[in-house]
């Protein structure tokens, strides 16, 4: 008798700890995240990437689940309808303006359609709250613009490719397994496993910047248990900074590639689901050639993740490796020898 009322005590008091913890994260303030101020160059010198910028394009809506998706479509001028297509979706935190445009203006030139879009909650699409980096939302946006893709007279329905790159290098992995007749996809440097990127991290930042994420994230989600608005944190910051991507290369490519008005920041809930997405445990499912790009220097996503995703999708993989870190593939010489294995990619299995 005693020693169960002993054991309902420490219940009691544990139970009463937890609901302090928690109302603390909650409610208390004093919470805030320091802004990371995107802090353009002294003189900005156009990339050889963004002088045949902006191409022609439609802009055109859809709806996911009742909110907006709104894109931009391409066309080639000069061919016979209908022609294949590329669906792009960004990567963590961008938008479609950031960096898409440089690789469909080249695809397009190639004779592909594009359509590259912006989650919703980010960029020019509806969806509250701003800066939603829900993993489960942004599967489905690529499925609904493949399906969209899929109404246009001038797309070929039976020749639809995905493309995406970092976060969304994995998307489309996951994408492919789970949607009938995609030709092929491109995944540049990417996110195929959140576990190992997150063990990467908690060796390169400490247990201690771990926790402190941590409980940002619990704070954001517990948040919108109870109705009040989102509590966010920088997408990219200084090294040393509480921000969602904190070093040093992911500063310098937001700070020259991001559009004005770019919003630098996101709902902190997502750095609790992060670790737990594994495209790589869907790769097996996939049933079309995939390129796999990987950058061996990368700092954020660890080479032998994606050497186990080629591996479980046995012959459909083709795997390209390049000496550069994670961001070094968005530009310059890395860009275009990228850009030349994709095209080539494409051609064959387009």
Not at 43 to 48: D, I, S, V
Not at 106 to 131: C, H, I, K, N, T
Not at 249 to 273: H, M, Q, S, W
Not at 310 to 326: D, F, N, R
Request: glycine share 8%; hydrophobic share 40%; net charge positive.
């Amino acid at each position: 008798m005693e020693i169960g009322i002993r054991v309902l005590q420490v219940m009691g008091i544990l139970i009463g700890v937890v609901l302090c913890y928690l109302s603390v994260v909650t409610f208390f303030p004093g919470f805030n995240v320091p802004g990371q101020p995107l802090r353009a160059p002294k003189t900005k010198t156009p990339t050889a990437q963004d002088t045949a910028l902006p191409a022609t394009r439609e802009d055109v809506v859809f709806e996911v689940n009742g909110t907006t998706v709104r894109a931009w479509l391409y066309l080639p001028e000069n061919r016979p309808v209908p022609v294949p297509c590329i669906v792009m979706g960004h990567g963590t935190g961008g938008t479609r303006e950031m960096l898409l445009e440089r690789y469909a203006v080249r695809y397009r030139e190639a004779g592909y359609a594009v359509l590259a879009f912006d989650y919703r909650f980010f960029g020019e699409s509806d969806g509250e709250p701003r800066q939603l980096l829900w993993i489960p939302c942004q599967l489905e946006d690529y499925t609904a613009t493949i399906r969209y893709a899929r109404t246009r007279k001038e797309i070929d329905p039976a020749k639809i490719a995905l493309w995406g790159t970092s976060l969304s290098g994995g998307h489309v992995i996951v994408t492919a397994a789970r949607e009938p007749h995609i030709a092929c996809v491109v995944a540049q440097c990417p996110g195929v496993d959140g576990r190992a990127s997150a063990e990467m991290g908690l060796k390169r930042l400490g247990l201690g910047y771990v926790f402190r994420m941590v409980v940002h994230g619990q704070r954001d989600f517990f948040r919108s248990w109870v109705g009040l608005s989102p509590h966010k944190i920088p997408i990219v910051g200084q090294p040393g900074s509480l921000a969602l991507m904190n070093t040093e290369e992911a500063y310098a490519l937001f700070t020259r590639d991001a559009p004005k008005g770019y919003v630098n920041e996101v709902c902190a809930r997502i750095l609790l689901r992060v670790d737990k997405y594994r495209p790589v445990k869907h790769a097996r499912n996939v049933r079309c050639p995939v390129l796999l790009q990987v950058c061996e220097k990368d700092n954020l996503i660890p080479k032998r993740a994606v050497e186990e995703t080629a591996k479980e999708l046995g012959t459909y993989a083709l795997v390209k490796s390049y000496p550069i870190g994670h961001f070094d593939i968005y530009a310059g010489e890395h860009l275009e020898r990228s850009l030349s294995d994709q095209l080539a990619f494409l051609k064959k299995h387009l």
